[in-house]
């Protein structure tokens, strides 16, 4: 397992970090998830202009994970046939919510690939962008 230097003479093993992250909350994990990936896409992406940046980090905020469970619990209970009406109401709400989502994400990806002239396609492929559970 990789070891990471903090600072210098502190180095902590991966394992060790992995565990920390584990004890975060899905607020905080998802936070750190976001940053993480925004970090990601700007190391594959070497020098970012603001405007970049701005939408790469657009890119990767997705459904808070909250939603996010509860939209993929609705849709499997929708798939069973076992929705109450209030429940048919809220996963109504929730697919428009999820769908606003896809919606920015998708304007972000045409603009960054615009900016930087290459497909939408290539510029997800390059950035290892994948569409979340969610949309699936």
Known sequence: MAIIELKPQVKVELSEILNGISQLDVKELESFFNRVGTLLAHR???????????????????????HRQKYL??????????????????????????EQVGVR?????????????????????????QAPLAYA
């Open 44 to 66: 594959k992406t070497r020098h970012l202009s603001e405007r970049e940046f701005q939408l790469l980090s657009e890119i990767n905020k997705g459904l808070p994970e909250e």
């Open 73 to 98: 619990a609705l849709k499997e209970k929708r798939q069973l046939s076992a929705l109450t009406e209030a429940e048919a109401q809220e996963m109504a709400s929730m697919v428009a919510e999820v």
């Open 105 to 129: 994400r998708l304007e972000n990806l045409v603009e960054l690939a615009k900016l930087r002239g290459v497909e939408v396609k290539a510029l997800m492929k390059q950035l290892g962008i």
